[in-house]
């Protein structure tokens, strides 16, 4: 039985009730706090809290006390979208942006997903393992306490389940959450270039039963996009990951206003992601559903592209997230620090806002926010501690810098 006890919280951040699982529009502006505060951990969890002025008469045999000095304690950021497995970065295309080419013609030159496809196909399962691994390892120290990790740069049977495999293995190897979605869906590889049924058939007859047969994933996705998939062929991918039990999470409405989002919402999806260019049409269908739209601010602000419209998807009530979206294309970044500051100066998001978009309702988007994204007795003691702070708003407002100083994992300080 291991012990924590944490003492001398400046202010411990969100606190909400152990039933509040999701936050939506309005609901997402309070983050309860509690300040000068303790808490324990036992076993992984948080079996506690409180002010310092009542601290707990009783603690338990060989507890480990940590004084936070008055810093600020969160519960990890739960990222609910990367590709963190890939084979090589892509700064050569950094240059082509700033050279003013576009993401469309990057792709179009054989660049973008195409290009990490071609080098992951390459690579071995152990050699991607030990690279994500150090991407992971970096996230983690950065405040990262949960992820969902895609496919989608394998494009063949061999190469997704390759990825998988991997994802699995960091499933292992870590004792953060982490959740695995299938994204065979990215791109048409070359050799499909003129027979996309012939990919679709591929991803719906051959590659969907081997992954459910080894249990390697645990969502669909698609990239709904002009020049990618279509509406009606995501509909029909959606469909058939849905008789393996793989929910949808998918890209909608990067580039366009596709219809993506109301196909997501038809198959009850969990979350839809991207949502640069949202119309009325979007709002309304997201607004009678239970799916949460996840915005990617780093992602915009990347490959400059319009920011989403989180203010408007919140005055409509509907659940927001946020997440890195770290990829090597679009946001070679896994810092959800920077994701937070971003949606407060980019989508301007209250910094309590953003925060519940980065814990409580990230956590939500990967079906995880009864095990993690808040403050809650019996929850994972996933948390970290930052320096002192003026207030709640120094976090995002101080952006590029990162305020935090210990890491606790399972109870434990990392
Ligand atoms: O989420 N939009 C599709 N996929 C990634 C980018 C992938 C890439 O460029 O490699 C994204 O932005
Ligand atoms: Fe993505």
Redesign the pocket.
């Known amino acids: 039985m291991s012990a924590l006890y944490i003492t001398n919280i400046g202010c411990l951040v969100g606190a909400h009730p152990t039933n509040t699982l999701m936050l939506r529009g309005q609901e997402m502006q309070t983050l309860p706090v509690l300040e000068n505060a303790w808490i324990l951990c036992e076993d992984g969890k948080i079996s506690d809290f409180g002010t310092m002025a009542n601290q707990p008469s009783q603690l338990p045999n060989q507890v480990i006390t940590h004084d936070a000095k008055a810093g600020f304690l969160f519960p990890s950021w739960c990222d609910s979208?990367t590709?963190i497995v890939f084979a090589a970065s892509?700064e050569e295309e950094f240059v082509m942006k700033i050279d003013g080419k576009s993401?469309e013609d990057i792709a179009a030159a054989g660049g973008?997903?195409l290009n990490?496809a071609r080098k992951l196909q390459l690579a071995s399962e152990d050699t991607l393992f030990e690279s994500a691994a150090q991407r992971l390892a970096d996230m983690i120290k950065q405040g990262t306490g949960a992820v969902e990790i895609k496919s989608?740069?394998g494009l063949s049977t061999e190469s997704e389940l390759k990825m998988l495999r991997v994802i699995r293995r960091l499933k292992n190897h870590f004792t953060i959450p982490v959740k695995a979605s299938f994204l065979a869906a990215?791109a048409y590889p070359p050799e499909y270039k003129n027979n996309h049924e012939g990919y679709i058939q591929l991803i719906i007859n051959e590659m969907l039963p081997k992954i459910a047969d080894e249990g390697l994933a645990d969502y669909m996705d698609a990239?709904c996009?002009q020049g990618f998939f279509s509406v009606e062929d995501t509909d029909r991918l959606l469909q058939a990951g849905a008789k393996y039990g793989l929910k949808p999470k998918i890209?909608a409405n990067?580039l366009s206003v596709s219809g993506g989002v109301q196909i997501g919402v038809k198959h009850h999806a969990i979350s839809v992601?991207?949502l640069e260019a949202t119309d009325d049409a979007v709002i309304e269908s997201l607004k009678t559903s239970n799916t949460i739209a996840t915005l990617?601010p780093s992602?915009s602000f990347y490959i400059n592209i319009p920011f989403a419209n989180a203010r408007g998807l919140m005055n409509a009530n509907i659940p927001v997230a946020v997440a890195t979206?770290y990829?090597?294309?679009?946001?070679p970044s896994g810092n959800m620090n920077l994701v937070v500051s971003l949606a407060c100066i980019k989508l301007r998001m209250r910094p309590e806002e953003a925060i519940n978009a980065a814990t409580i309702n990230g956590a939500a988007a990967m079906e995880l926010s009864n095990e993690v994204g808040s403050i809650a007795k019996g929850k994972t003691a996933n948390l970290f501690i930052t320096r002192p702070m003026p207030s709640l708003a120094f976090l995002p407002y101080s952006f590029g810098q990162s305020q935090i100083e210990t890491i606790v994992l399972k109870g434990k300080i990392s």
């Open positions: 979208h590709h892509r993401y973008g997903i990490s989608g740069y990215h990239f996009e890209h990067q992601d991207h990617l992602c979206d990829n090597p294309g679009s946001t």
